[in-house]
Every structure is written in structure tokens, then in C-alpha cells.
């Protein structure tokens, strides 16, 4: 930890009159002010006065860690002299949110690897800035701010090109911390528009939202689908028992993966040989499906046995999915699945469990005969449930007689489903 009083003096190359470099060599602390206490005489040595303590802040302003910016208010804080900033981007970053909170517009008008000098669009206006890379770092640092705008009033806009997808990013990516958080593009605009004045298009506006969740997730999908056979890994490595497998294609693309977690297996030699299988639509970049297989343990609650990822609901998908559950869970004889009436789960349930019984889902089924008759009738879900846990013959044909006399056209429904299902 850097103390208030440590002073660090480093030399700096003077390559031009207009441009000058400073060699910084902190550690990288969480907080670093630059001063310069020099004279156009005396120009051959800069004073940095680095001090830190636990909540990142400084003597002269403060870091936010999450933004990544250095300086007083963070990424939303304002552009000054001596202000130092980790990479050309984040410098950019903070001069296009400053934009769209003053309401105007600049472009660029040098800029290369070693420096930038930014400029107001309106041909009269003197506002600009200039910033400088350090020598021998990625810090870039405020060298000269001419914070005067003399452009006329009528200029200002609510159209501004600051505005880009990144940069929207940045803006409304706190947003999402809240992993429940259903963050709209429409909700995108209209959030821009009440707090920088900004009106966005759609397009831009998805394209800033998908540029927020990548800098949550600090990476790319595609990084995260390299991440995968590390993870299967170091899963096996510390979760002894557990079956994991990953299934590439030719060209060594993602398509199938399944894992078992060891005390899923132990377990389920100790709950009801009935497996219930679903799957449900993944909505990331590649979209997919995710399968699950659980079964009740003896306290009636859910017991997860495995997941499953896939491209979607084919049968060449649910039949390798449910040949894994096979391989790992095996098939004893009195062995139920149950399911919906997905067409790819029946032909993979007959060709992976061919012994098994198939059952259907009750509520799957209920819903099936309300969207068939467009029927919200409360009786049709009385009759139907009860008849459908009947715990005898005799009780249910009972039961079933009341449930199509109160819906025509139910009883053939049922029939060609089948009833022992």
C-alpha cells in the first residue's frame, strides 16, 4: 500500500515542443495523479504522487474499480488536464459520455499510436483535447484541455455520433447486476434518452445491450465455449464418480454435451425408477436447447440426475442425450419415462429405453386438451386431473365418463393419446 508522502520522480522524453511523454512505472495502482510542477525551463523530470488505500481512492479523486477509469467521478467523471487513464479506450469512453451529458459532439483530428487530439465539430468552437500515451505503459494521459465551447446554442443535438453501441454499453451495463433483469432494447432508448438526452435507433441500441452483457461476462460466447473442456475437467479432477461428456463435430464445433454429477448417480438407486425428462430453449448468441433428466427421492422432492446441451429438439439430439442417461443410470425393468408429447422424445425413448414404459405428462396433456377444445372451463381440469390419479380401474372409468360428458370430442382425444399413458 502506498503511503500519502511516497513520491515517485520520473524523467520524461521531450521528442517536440507540442509533444511530451512520461514515462510512468507504477505498479499499477489503484489510483495515480499526475502532477506537473514544472516550467517550460525546467521540463526534464515529472513528479507523480501515487496514494492508495483500500477503497481505491486518492488524494486527488477516485478510481472506480468497475469502470475501470482513473480520476474524479470515474468513467462519468469529467476530462481534465494531468488525468490518466488506463487504455486509449476507456479515454474515449469517458470523452463520449461526457458528450452526450453536455450535449455535443466532437471528432477526432489526429490521432496514431503515441497521441490524440480530439476537436469540437462546429467549425468556430474552440474546445478540444489532446492526450499522450506513456512511454513504456498502456496509460494515456490529459495533456492539454481547452474546456470552452463557443458554438451557438441552437447547435446542440439530440442525434449524436459519441453515441455507439460500446459506448452505450458502458452506459447502461450496471443494469444488468440483477441476473433476473429483462433490459429490452426499447428500454435501452428509452434510459438513454431520459438520462443523456440521447435518441438511439433500435438497431443501436441492441447492439449496446449485447455489448453490455460481453463486458459482464468478460468475454465472448465463443471464449466461454473454449473455457468448456477445461471446466469437464477439473470437474472430473475434484468431483470423483461424475460422467462428463463432450461431443465436437469434424471441424471441432460445439454439439453435444451431458453431465452427471456423482451424487446424482449414488442416489438414484435410491429413489423411484420413474425418470421425467424436459428441455428447455437456451437464449444466448447460439441459442440451443438445455435437456434435463430428474426423478422423486423418498421425501417427494425433485432429485436432478443429469443436464444436457444440444442444438435442439431433434430426435438425433434426444436420442444421444437420453443413450447417455442409459450408459450412466442403466435401464431396470420396471423403469418409467415421462415426458410430453414431443415427437423426437418418443422416437429417442423408444430406440434408448426400448423396455421402458413411456408415460405422458398430466399437465403437459391438460394443456394440450385446453389449447385443442379452447376450453378455460375449470370442470375440464377437475375431471381431468382427478380421473388422471385415479388409483383403480373402476375409479377412473368413472371419472373419464364424467370428464367427456362435460367436454364433447374429449374421449377420442384421449383415446388416440392413449389412455394407458
Not at 108 to 126: A, D, G, L, Q
Not at 129 to 150: F, P
Not at 323 to 348: M, T, Y
Request: charge should be positive.
Amino acid at each position: 500500500m502506498f503511503g500519502s508522502s511516497d513520491l515517485y520522480e520520473m524523467p520524461i522524453n521531450v521528442q517536440s515542443p507540442e509533444r511530451t511523454q512520461y514515462l510512468a512505472t507504477n505498479p499499477s495502482p489503484s489510483f495515480v495523479h499526475v502532477s506537473r510542477d514544472l516550467t517550460e525551463e525546467k521540463n526534464d523530470r515529472v513528479s507523480i504522487n501515487s496514494q492508495v488505500d483500500e477503497e481505491g481512492s486518492g488524494s486527488g479523486g477516485n478510481f472506480n474499480r468497475e469502470d475501470g477509469i482513473y480520476g474524479q467521478g470515474g468513467i462519468l467523471g469529467d476530462i481534465e488536464e494531468n488525468r490518466v487513464f488506463r487504455s486509449k479506450k476507456e479515454l474515449m469512453t469517458c470523452l463520449s459520455i461526457m458528450s452526450m451529458r453536455k450535449k455535443f459532439q466532437y471528432k477526432v483530428f489526429k490521432s496514431n499510436t503515441s497521441f490524440i487530439v480530439v476537436r469540437c465539430v462546429h467549425p468556430s468552437c474552440s474546445w478540444r483535447v489532446r492526450a499522450n500515451k506513456l512511454i513504456e505503459s498502456e496509460y494515456w494521459m490529459v495533456t492539454k484541455h481547452v474546456n470552452k465551447h463557443t458554438f451557438p446554442t441552437d447547435f446542440k443535438t439530440t442525434r449524436r455520433r459519441q453515441a455507439t453501441s460500446w459506448v452505450v454499453g458502458e452506459c447502461i451495463k450496471r443494469r444488468f447486476i440483477n441476473p433476473g433483469r429483462v433490459f429490452r432494447p426499447r428500454d435501452v432508448m428509452d434510459d438513454m434518452k431520459q438520462k443523456y438526452g440521447v435518441e438511439l435507433s433500435y438497431s443501436v441500441a441492441w447492439r449496446g445491450r449485447e455489448c453490455a452483457y460481453e463486458n459482464l461476462r468478460l468475454g465472448t460466447p465463443e471464449q466461454s465455449y473454449n473455457l468448456l473442456p477445461g471446466y469437464l475437467h477439473m470437474l472430473m479432477q475434484t468431483n470423483h464418480g461424475s460422467v462428463v461428456n463432450l461431443e465436437v463435430t469434424d471441424g471441432n464445433k460445439f454439439q453435444y454435451l451431458f453431465i452427471a454429477f456423482a451424487a446424482s448417480i449414488q442416489g438414484f438407486s435410491y429413489c423411484r425408477p420413474v425418470i421425467s425428462i424436459d428441455a428447455t430453449h437456451l437464449k444466448g448468441k447460439y441459442r440451443g436447447v438445455l435437456f434435463t433428466a430428474v426423478c422423486h427421492d423418498a421425501n417427494q422432492q425433485i432429485f436432478p440426475l443429469a443436464i444436457g446441451v444440444g442444438d435442439s429438439e431433434n430426435d438425433a439430439a434426444w436420442t444421444w442425450f437420453l443413450k447417455r442417461v442409459k450408459d450412466v443410470f442403466g435401464e431396470n425393468p420396471a423403469l418409467v419415462i415421462v415426458s410430453d408429447r414431443h415427437r423426437s422424445i418418443r422416437s429417442a425413448v423408444e430406440e434408448a429405453f426400448p423396455r421402458a414404459f413411456h408415460g405422458i405428462c398430466i399437465y403437459h396433456l391438460l394443456n394440450n386438451l385446453k389449447t385443442k377444445f379452447k376450453s378455460k372451463n375449470k370442470e375440464l381440469e377437475q375431471h381431468y386431473i382427478a380421473a388422471a390419479k385415479a388409483y383403480n380401474l373402476q375409479e377412473f372409468h368413472v371419472l373419464f365418463y364424467t370428464l367427456c360428458s362435460a367436454v364433447p370430442g374429449a374421449k377420442e382425444y384421449l383415446e388416440s393419446v392413449g389412455l394407458d399413458r
